[in-house]
């Protein structure tokens, strides 16, 4: 483990003390592939499984195994018109687990979310049995302000290259507080306690995971 390694897992250490007081359950993994084991021990076979978009969990390996596994998948990716994407969205609320990331956590163990469509953070708040967050140490911020601060500046600009959004942030390369037609930034949410203890679920890699 490296010295960047070894503080993360220093600092996870005090937010996983305030997660608990939260009502939230945080864990620490030294790499991916022990993260993405550690995840898939917990969730029962047959479970019903959506995720929310993130490249957080597609580079810790997560879905490719969730995909080979014997699970029952909501995949809104799947839909090939409105209708049934917006029927799959509605299913994703009653899932037993629900795959997400988190744009930043903080020291004293806030999650710090932005959203485009809502989808996400909706399910993050209500609905799903279980939720799950794979977490890499460049999401670590000191308090809320900072986690805005990184969303806005460090991960919703290489996220509108990605999705080839036309936002002033795919220009800039930083938020321009916009409100175009294309904005991501619709939803902001605090997530400072689970009202149902133990449903939130973080697992933080110490390794760069996503945005």
């Known amino acids: 483990m490296t010295h960047k390694q070894a503080a993360f897992q220093t600092a996870t250490g005090t937010i996983i003390r305030n997660l608990e007081q939260r009502g939230m359950e945080g864990y620490?993994?030294?790499?991916r592939a022990s993260c993405v084991d550690a995840i898939l021990a917990s969730i029962p076979e047959n479970s019903t499984i959506s995720w929310g978009g993130s490249e957080s969990i597609k580079e810790s390996g997560l879905?490719?195994?969730?995909?080979?596994?014997?699970y029952r998948l909501i995949d809104r990716?799947?839909?090939?018109?409105p209708e049934e994407?917006?029927?799959?969205?509605?299913?994703?609320?009653?899932?037993?687990?629900?795959?997400?990331?988190?744009?930043?956590v903080t020291l004293t163990g806030e999650l710090v979310n932005i959203d485009g469509t809502g989808n996400r953070v909706a399910c993050l708040i209500h609905g799903p049995q279980n939720v799950v967050?794979?977490?890499g140490m460049n999401k670590i911020v000191t308090d809320i302000a900072a986690g805005l601060e990184r969303v806005r500046n460090f991960a919703s600009?290489?996220?509108?290259k990605?999705?080839?959004?036309?936002?002033?942030?795919?220009?800039?390369?930083y938020c321009n507080d916009c409100l175009s037609p294309d904005c991501m930034c619709n939803q902001i949410v605090i997530t400072r306690r689970s009202g149902i203890k133990g449903r939130i679920k973080v697992y933080f890699v110490a390794e760069e995971l996503g945005y």
């Open 28 to 31: 620490f993994f030294e790499d």
């Open 162 to 173: 990605r999705l080839n959004r036309q936002t002033p942030c795919n220009a800039a390369g």
């Open 63 to 70: 879905m490719d195994r969730i995909r080979n596994g014997n």
């Open 85 to 104: 994407s917006r029927k799959l969205y509605a299913q994703a609320v009653l899932s037993d687990y629900y795959l997400m990331s988190s744009n930043a």
């Open 157 to 160: 600009p290489p996220n509108a």
């Open 133 to 135: 967050l794979v977490v």
């Open 77 to 81: 990716f799947s839909a090939s018109t």
